[in-house]
Structure formats: structure tokens, C-alpha cells
């Protein structure tokens, strides 16, 4: 009897633990942006708005950020299929968060913002700065959910990271540009 | 006793699923490097040799040979990236990155930066820039939060840097005229 108490106390322990641990986000979740709203929402407060996708049950999130140094700005966060097994079955997801800057390049300063970028690329392991095909700035940074899942606090780590270099990077292209 | 068998069945299974769940890398631990080495050969088979620098932290580097671009050296870095305020690592940067020892020359530098940005809008996975020395790079960086990385998402990202290497490499030195 003694033996069966301290067992299910342990097993009582152990689902205990499994309850706390932290969220791992899994390739097969085909509504993988609900996830990540939900979490962004439950552990940091942060609530984003939730787009519908045309096609399929996920959705894209989207909130105005409050620029300090910079203008506000649109940040999106967005999950995509990225490899399928024979059956067709998604083994890995890729998430991918940008902020829309709506910073327009001109062409005279095309050159000297391409350079600007490349030093900021050169300087910042989290930067991955470029001009989009509407001559806008645009700052991505892409995760991979793998078979063996992906912590969803490693978006909300990103997210993070993303905000002050985006203020950074944002200042210097601002003055490149001369706004 | 039937309930015991139960519940110790119950927990023989918890530790079986604990024991085959994937490696997860964690953020205290200090020699980042030789679990991420381990794991490249344990579980891919691939070796990477590994280098101490002088803070102790061990960079892993291999050479990787393609057909489509000249063999080009592979490192993988380990960083501390945040520390608690009694100095302990909660946070680690993995940094991957393409050594190419491709030069850009100076009348090419505004066709290749050109070419890069291309590049790094068309792929997730690229970021691409040229360095202090005049060299193209290409770098990728995760981070290893306090809820751990799990170790095959280096591997991935491994991977998927090499292709996106071949075709970003191949590019840039057709625009450099190599």
C-alpha cells in the first residue's frame, strides 16, 4: 500500500511537470499561427490579430508596433509548409515573422541603402534586411519547426530580438534615405 | 498490487518516451559545441572538427565539397547570448555560416550587392552580405532559449544552408565572372 502511494505520487509528479513544460510547437499543426497567437497571448499578453488564410484552417498574425526611433509599423508572423513526406504529410513548418516597413527606396539611393543594408547584415546575426520587389525596406527572419518540434517561446524570442533591430536598423536606413 | 503494476507500467513508459524523445539543446550548457558535434556524427554521420578558442568556446568547422561551387569551409559557432544577473548563461546564439573566400571586386561590388538582395528576398533561409574583408558571406543564427533547441534544427538548418549555398554561390560568381 505504502509502495502504491509514493508510486502514483510520483506519477502524480511527473503529468505535474508535463503540465508546466514549456510549449513545443509541431510540424503536423496545420493551424500553426493560431498556436502561436494563442501563446503570444497567454504567456506574454501580446495579442495579434488574427487574418484568416484563403485556403486551409490556419491564420496570419498581424499587429501595429509602436515605433520609438521609427515610424509605427505592421509585424506579421506567418507559417508555411516547408517539407512534405511521400504521403503528402507536412514534416516540417517554417515561420516566418516580418516587419512591413512601408520605407520606400528611391532609385538615387538605391545604392547607398543596399550598402547601408550590408553592413547591418555584416553586424547583426538577427538582421536580414533587403529591398522587396516595391522598392520598400523590407526585415524578415524565418524559423523551422522540424519533426522534433520548435519551443514557441523561440518565437516569441525572435519577435523580441526583431523589435530593437528593426528600431536600429530603421534609423540608420531613414537617414541613408533622408527622411 | 494490481494497481501498482499499473502505475509502474505507467512510468516504465514515461521513461521510455523520455529516453527516445529527441536531443534538446540547452542554454546552460557550456560546451554548446562538442553536444551540437556529437549529435552531427551520432545522428547524421557527419563529422565536423572542432577548435577551442580562447574563451573556451568550441567552434565546429568542416569542409564541404560541391560541384557547383568550389569547396568551402563550414563553421558552426556557439555564443552566449544573455546571462542572469549572477553571470549564468540563459540564452545561447548558434551561429552557422559559409567561410567562401569568394572576393568581390571592387567594380562588381554594386552588381553583387545587387545580386545579394535578390537572393535574400527570394529565400527564407539566405542572408547573405559581404564582409570587412571584401569576402561574400553567408550566415544563419538560431537561438537556444532557456526552453531549449531541439539539436536536429541545427542540422536543419545545416542542410538547408548547403543547397541555398550551391545556388546563391553559383550566382554570385557568375556575376563576379568566375
Not at chain 1, 487574418?51 to 498574425?61: H, I, N, Q, S, Y
Not at chain 1, 545604392?111 to 525596406?137: C, P, Q
Not at chain 1, 514557441?152 to 519577435?159: F, N, P
Request: aromatic share 6%; no cysteine; proline share 4%.
Amino acid at each position: 500500500m505504502r509502495l502504491t502511494l509514493a508510486v502514483l505520487l510520483i506519477a502524480v509528479l511527473s503529468l505535474t511537470v508535463a503540465h508546466a513544460a514549456p510549449l513545443t510547437l509541431q510540424a503536423s499543426d496545420d493551424a500553426m499561427g493560431k498556436t502561436i497567437g494563442k501563446f503570444m497571448q497567454d504567456v506574454h499578453q501580446i495579442s495579434f490579430d488574427q487574418k484568416p488564410d484563403k485556403e486551409g484552417p490556419d491564420v496570419t498574425l498581424l499587429r501595429t508596433q509602436k515605433g520609438g526611433k521609427v515610424a509605427d509599423f505592421p509585424f506579421v508572423i506567418v507559417t508555411m509548409p516547408y517539407a512534405k513526406d511521400d504521403g503528402g504529410k507536412v514534416t516540417a513548418r517554417m515561420v516566418v515573422l516580418m516587419v512591413i516597413s512601408g520605407i520606400k527606396v528611391p532609385d538615387a539611393k538605391r545604392g547607398a541603402v543596399l550598402e547601408a543594408m550590408n553592413k547591418l547584415n555584416d553586424d547583426n546575426d538577427y538582421t536580414h534586411l533587403y529591398i522587396d520587389s516595391d522598392n520598400e525596406i523590407a526585415f524578415r527572419w524565418a524559423l523551422v519547426v522540424t519533426g522534433s518540434g520548435l519551443s514557441a517561446e523561440s518565437v516569441w524570442d525572435t519577435y523580441a530580438g526583431m523589435l530593437p533591430a528593426w528600431e536600429a536598423a530603421g534609423e540608420v536606413l531613414n537617414k541613408v534615405i533622408g527622411k | 498490487m494490481r494497481l501498482t503494476g499499473i502505475v509502474l507500467l505507467l512510468l516504465g513508459l514515461s521513461v521510455g518516451i523520455g529516453l527516445a524523445a529527441p536531443l534538446v539543446l540547452r542554454a546552460t550548457d557550456l560546451d554548446l559545441g562538442r553536444t551540437m558535434g556529437q549529435y552531427m556524427l551520432s545522428a547524421h554521420n557527419v563529422h565536423f572538427g572542432s577548435q577551442q578558442d580562447s574563451e573556451d568556446r568550441r567552434t565546429l568547422m568542416r569542409m564541404v565539397q560541391s560541384t557547383k561551387v568550389p569547396e568551402y569551409a563550414f563553421a558552426i559557432i556557439p555564443i552566449p547570448l544573455a546571462r542572469d544577473s549572477k553571470g549564468k548563461v540563459t540564452s545561447q546564439m548558434v551561429v552557422l555560416m559559409v567561410i567562401s573566400e569568394l572576393k568581390v571586386p571592387d567594380d562588381k561590388r554594386g552588381a553583387v550587392l545587387e545580386a545579394m538582395n535578390k537572393l535574400n528576398e527570394a529565400n527564407d533561409y539566405t542572408h547573405l552580405y559581404i564582409d570587412g574583408d571584401g569576402d561574400v558571406a553567408f550566415r544563419w543564427a538560431l537561438v537556444v532559449t532557456a526552453s531549449g533547441l531541439p539539436a536536429e534544427s541545427v542540422w536543419n538548418a545545416y542542410a538547408g544552408m548547403l543547397s541555398a549555398w550551391e545556388t546563391a554561390g553559383a550566382e554570385l560568381n557568375k556575376v563576379i565572372g568566375k
